[in-house]
């Protein structure tokens, strides 16, 4: 194994981490040589520097600009030319690894998006058009989020990334791009590995060679396709709401925020995307069009109405205005009828709870059917609210049917923060703040077919032999030094923090040992399970929405996490990190291998070898 | 496109408390209106060669630049730091000074005059381009806000034994600003410097600069 340099170890010379460097903070007022201040340092007391307080964004213009009614899959196209196993350099791909399993799961779709800026989007009729980032397809308009991709399992296919952002681009967001799609079980060249950036001009660390383009393959293959030998994998690993985002190294956060985002939903025979299929195993949920994923992310504007970020503010900008699919308080006006409605936190750094309310404030029943995007065994009927951190996604049926036509319901947030603080969430609080409204203006034009069923989709049973049995890898998300570390370790892409075996199964501990901030935590690959929450040692019950297979674990103040996950089908490099995406800009990843099986057990940072205690918890 | 100075222009800063209602507002303007991209203060600052300069037009603009806090006497992170940044200094070759520029900034300025800074440069062989920096310390201190090294929690802000271990990396040309750990090797901060170096295509050292 290369190992060329001693890993990013922020405590390398004194071991100061915020732990010790808080006890000695309290005894800093008897001993002020031990730990001298900066500000008395400073001499400045008249005259002190604040961390920035930003004005409010303008006043907008709420429930003018409109969604539109329906979404538009984006359209298979051929590529030319056709997509190769290897990195098509002469046509101009950039540098990737082979793509694996590609003898087995040839392509039989091909699609093409195109990473752009779009000189004049307008957020709200009250700001002036401004250039954002986004995807075309099919030679529409440059949108974000980009167009909706709508796979199927076992039908592996191929999108074509092309990078046409201004190269000469200034201000915040770097025009090179590696895409990832969030949660798919993917092979690690096409996963969007952050050191694999590329542009025509410019390319990543970890990859060989610049280029205009990069051909993703997603396999849609089930995890477990070794496992099962079926030649598709295990139908109850199937993944419903995925999205893919831009995860360039040290610029997720501003090329998210500029626009880089788009949905991609995984249908399959259960959930198949037709509420008319009549096959027995179909569950017939509300779909296209009326399955329609919305996804939020927090906005900040500069008095001039134009979109905001302070590029060397090491808590990022809270954003106080919430575009939903881009838009700032939209109206999507809906039928009379079922619909599944999915929505995702974008980020940057806000954490929402929302509530359906009808125009008086009171709240309003609907099902919660998939969180993180895979569908729950069994619908979680009547329930009022969805919680969300960043990248997290919850799938509802809300039945406008319910409604008189010219009903007007309001989506609301009803979570706060405390001003410009982007660490964690402060509490619930009515009436909530109004970030979309929904109009019922029609009637469907035929009877609504769709339904809930009762059972959705079966989880693998969890086998105590087998989580008893596996390793357990701790993973410890602190602060120090004002960066975000992971193990007391920072991000680097040539820095394998964990080697784990392909086919195995881990249980890894996600600790947060502060209070004072919350880090929701991906893995990337493969959904995991929650075994058991705590709180300063003390077991908190798994909400119901958890209880089935995640991909974002929101750890909150002084809390363990413990998590399943298995390793299946593929090799390479992958990244678990924090999705506050200014804690991921600032250190908070960690890079994992899975590597071939060749009975050597696991290694690397974190693992609890027998007979010493689990590093880092408090348990 | 904007900076936060031109938020902060666009309302006065004396209603910008009452408009938020946020508990305390900057004092003073910390920032002043220009292009995109973080305002970096044009404060006065002296080099350990003893040369007094200006921060913004004598050393960042039209530059790409690296920019840590450190101070002579820290026995915590800086002796880690230093010596990776004296593995980028060899990384960087001649690009040195002449495309890349390097500053470390005391966060003792009483303490690390120009002479003392110009010894701890000899020490560890800074070559023309990196520059320790000293100043008042009012002016330091606006260089560290506006340099994004401070920590909203004041008691924590306030502590010099734990100060930033970012190295801040801006290209004022294209108006980027990003940063490395600086307790990273110099092989992982050279990559974000090299992604952000107009002239650069690679990004990872091993593979070197490619002909332009």
Not at chain 1, 197 to 218: Q, V
Not at chain 1, 263 to 288: I, K, Q
């Amino acid at each position: 194994m290369k190992h060329r340099h001693p890993p990013c170890l922020p405590a390398l010379a004194q071991g100061d981490s915020r732990r010790s460097f808080l006890k000695l903070t309290a005894t800093v007022a008897a001993a002020p040589l031990v730990g001298r201040s900066l500000g008395a340092l400073g001499k400045d007391d008249e005259d002190e520097e604040d961390p920035p307080v930003f004005p409010p964004s303008p006043p907008t213009q709420a429930w003018v600009i409109e969604l539109p009614t329906e979404i538009t899959p984006l359209q298979p196209v051929t590529l030319d030319p056709a997509p190769t196993e290897a990195a098509n350099r002469d046509a101009g791909e950039a540098g990737r690894a082979d793509h694996q399993r590609w003898g087995e799961l040839l392509p039989v779709l091909s699609y093409e998006l195109i990473a752009r800026e779009n000189p004049a989007w307008e957020f709200n009729p009250a700001y002036p058009a401004q250039p954002v980032w986004g995807y075309q397809g099919n030679g529409g308009e440059v949108v974000s989020p980009g167009p909706v991709i709508f796979a199927r399992y076992g039908q592996p296919i191929v999108v074509r990334i092309r990078n046409q952002l201004p190269a000469d681009h200034q201000g915040f967001g770097s025009p090179e791009i590696s895409t990832h799609l969030h949660n798919a079980h993917t092979a690690s060249e096409s996963d969007g590995f952050p050191g694999d950036f590329y542009s025509a001009g410019k390319f990543g660390p970890t990859i060989s060679h610049a280029g205009e383009f990069r051909d993703h393959h997603y396999g849609n293959i089930y995890a477990g396709f070794d496992e099962l030998q079926n030649g598709i994998g295990d139908p109850r690993e199937a993944l419903g709401t995925l999205f893919y985002h831009d995860h360039t190294m040290d610029f997720t956060a501003p090329n998210i925020y500029k626009g880089l985002l788009g949905f991609y939903l995984l249908f399959d025979d259960v959930d198949s995307g037709d509420e008319h299929d009549p096959s027995p195993s179909a569950l017939r949920l509300p779909s296209h069009p009326y399955d329609y994923p919305l996804a939020f992310g927090d906005k900040r504007f500069a008095p001039d109405g134009t979109l905001f970020w302070d590029q060397v503010n090491p808590e990022g900008v809270l954003g106080d205005k919430i575009a939903v699919n881009g838009r700032i308080e939209p109206v999507l006006r809906v039928a009379a009828r079922k619909y599944r409605l999915r929505l995702l936190n974008a980020g940057p750094s806000r954490f929402y709870e929302f509530y359906l309310v009808n125009s008086r404030g009171r709240a309003q029943r609907f099902t919660y059917i998939a969180n993180d995007g895979n569908l729950l065994p069994a619908p979680l009927r009547d329930q009022t609210r969805v919680r969300l951190g960043m990248a997290e996604r919850g799938d509802i049926v809300v039945d406008f049917s319910a409604y008189p036509i010219g009903t007007e319901l309001y989506l609301v947030n009803r979570l706060t923060h405390r001003p410009e603080d982007t660490r964690q969430p402060k509490d619930v609080r009515r009436p909530g703040v109004r970030v979309l409204k929904f109009l019922v203006d029609r009637m469907p034009p035929e009877a609504d077919v769709s339904q809930v069923p009762d059972l959705l989709r079966e989880l693998r049973p969890l086998d105590p032999a087998e989580i008893a049995a596996a390793p357990l890898r701790s993973w410890i998300f602190d602060r120090d030094k004002g960066l975000w570390a992971i193990n007391e370790r920072y991000f680097d892409p040539d820095q394998v923090d964990a080697r784990v075996r392909q086919g195995g199964v881990e249980v890894w501990e996600l600790v947060n040992p502060e209070d004072g901030w919350d880090h929701p935590i991906h893995a990337h690959f493969e959904e995991g399970r929650i075994l058991s929450i705590s709180v300063l040692g003390r077991a908190v019950a798994i909400p119901p929405h958890e209880r089935g297979r995640k991909d974002v674990f929101v750890l909150g103040e002084d809390m363990t996490i413990r998590v399943l996950l298995r390793f299946r089908d593929f090799l390479g490099k992958y990244v678990l990190h924090c999705h506050n995406l200014i804690h991921e800009d600032h250190g908070m990843m960690a890079r994992w291998d899975i590597e071939p099986d060749t009975g050597q057990p696991p290694s690397g940072t974190g693992l609890a070898h027998s007979g010493s205690p689990t590093r880092g918890g408090r348990t | 496109m904007n900076t936060r100075r031109l938020v902060i222009a666009g309302l006065g800063l004396a209603t910008l408390g009452a408009a938020l209602g946020y508990g305390s507002a900057p004092r003073r303007p910390a920032y002043a209106p220009t292009g995109p991209g973080p305002h970096i203060p044009d404060v006065p600052v002296v080099t350990h060669d003893g040369r007094k300069l200006y921060f913004y037009r004598d050393l960042v603009q039209n530059r790409l630049v690296a920019i840590n806090m450190m101070y002579v006497q820290c026995e915590g992170s800086c002796p880690a730091t230093i010596a990776n940044l004296r593995r980028l200094q060899a990384l960087l070759g001649p690009r040195l000074g002449r495309d890349v520029f390097l500053y470390s900034i005391s966060l003792q300025p009483e303490l690390d005059t120009p002479d003392v800074l110009a010894a701890y440069a000899a020490r560890q062989g800074a070559r023309p381009g990196w520059l320790f920096l000293t100043g008042t310390p009012a002016d330091i201190r606006r260089l560290r806000y506006s340099l994004g090294f401070y920590d909203p929690d004041r008691a924590v802000d306030g502590q010099l034994t734990s100060h930033t271990g970012m190295l801040r990396i801006g290209n004022d040309r294209t108006r980027r600003w990003a940063m490395a750990p600086s307790l990273c090797n110099a092989e992982r901060i050279i990559a974000t410097l090299n992604h952000m170096d107009t002239a650069m295509v690679a990004t990872a050292h091993h593979q070197g600069p490619l002909p332009t």
